[in-house]
């Protein structure tokens, strides 16, 4: 197990006696937590299943959010925090809150943090959440909008894409390089 595995699953063992039969029961539509208005008898709005719920914790290939695990093939999916509430719906995986993001990951030096390596989440520029990283490789993880980042803090220099989306880029101190489009 990886320490990022390791670290997503802490949460889950604290909170272990009502996580034990959260895996889910197959059931689509309808979800434990906040619902869709004017849903019809199968849990749909207008045909589409909409779930909507703060993330508890993350791990390989699922999150977990109002005591379920949610399978997910989004891109965004190890780059989501505790905290964050999301949307699931036939598009795939939609951050709601916080609005405008970005994640980092690198020496804590780089981000001014006594830690080796950290883990970070940034709104509008501020970190929002930090936690000890796994060592690998120095990424940040964005969104370009509307001719800028979203979320991420000032003093990094990262190139300008060819289209808007998520983007994963490698940092080299505090300059950036595109990798690929994630969404």
């Known amino acids: 197990m990886t320490r990022r595995q390791f670290l997503a699953r802490l949460p889950l063992w604290l909170l272990a006696g009502g996580m034990a039969a959260a895996s889910g029961d197959g059931e689509k539509g309808r979800q434990k937590g906040k619902e869709a208005p004017n ?28 005591g379920r695990a949610f399978p997910s093939s989004s891109p965004l999916l190890p780059y989501l925090a505790p905290g964050m509430v999301v949307e ?37 520029g501020q970190v929002w959440k930090a936690l000890p ?4 490789e120095a990424i940040l993880v964005a969104r370009y909008r509307e001719g ?14 060819p289209k808007e989306g998520w983007w994963l880029l490698r940092l080299e101190g505090l300059k950036g390089s595109l990798m690929r489009l994630l969404q």
């Not at 804590?108 to 509008?124: D, H, I, N």
């Not at 990283?133 to 690998?136: A, D, K, Q």
């Open 39 to 66: 849903e019809d008898k199968e849990g749909k709005r207008g045909g589409r299943p909409v779930y909507y719920g703060r993330v508890e914790a993350v791990e390989e290939g699922r999150f977990w959010a109002g």
């Open 88 to 124: 699931v719906g036939p598009e795939g995986l939609r951050v709601l809150e916080p609005e405008a993001w970005a994640y980092g990951e690198g020496p804590g030096s780089l981000f001014g943090l006594p830690l080796a390596w950290a883990r970070l989440w940034w709104v509008a």
């Open 133 to 136: 990283g796994t060592g690998r």
């Open 148 to 161: 800028g980042w979203q979320g991420v803090p000032r003093g990094l220099s990262l190139p300008q894409p």
